[in-house]
Nanobody, 121 residues
Framework: QVQLVESGGGLVQPGGSLKLSCSAS????????TGWYRQAPGNQRELVAA???????NYAESVNGRFTISRDNAKNTVYLQMNSLKHEDTAVYYC???????????????WGQGTQVTVSS
């Protein structure tokens, strides 16, 4: 079993910064891609940023230049540094990871429980 636990969400004023963390634990042999998604009320869940084990990154156009995704493979942790936050960044942020639990198994998709980010003055 694999668990993803997010932390770092909260309330911040427009223009402020937050850093989210997501730690993976359990039976982990390898993690390929990890990413952050978000879902605002009434909207579909959308990709915010993703990073592969080879440190290739991908960002949503709306956050490009403001958010930075990074990962610490030794700690099985992925981070999302969010700067210049805007009202429209308000959402529940979810961590996602493609995890292989043994060398012989395929990669499966896992999700965290989500952390609320609210940008408000």
């Amino acid at each position: 079993q694999v668990q993803l636990v997010e932390s770092g969400g909260g309330l911040v004023q427009p223009g402020g910064s937050l850093k989210l963390s997501c730690s993976a634990s359990g039976s982990i042999f390898s993690i390929y891609a990890t990413g952050w998604y978000r879902q605002a009320p009434g909207n579909q869940r959308e990709l915010v940023a993703a990073v592969t084990s080879g440190v290739n990154t991908n960002y949503a156009e709306s956050v490009n230049g403001r958010f930075t995704i990074s990962r610490d493979n030794a700690k099985n942790t992925v981070y999302l540094q969010m700067n210049s936050l805007k009202h429209e960044d308000t959402a529940v942020y979810y961590c996602n990871a493609d995890v292989q639990i043994t060398r012989a198994t395929r990669y499966n998709d896992y999700w965290g429980q989500g952390t609320q980010v609210t940008v408000s003055s």
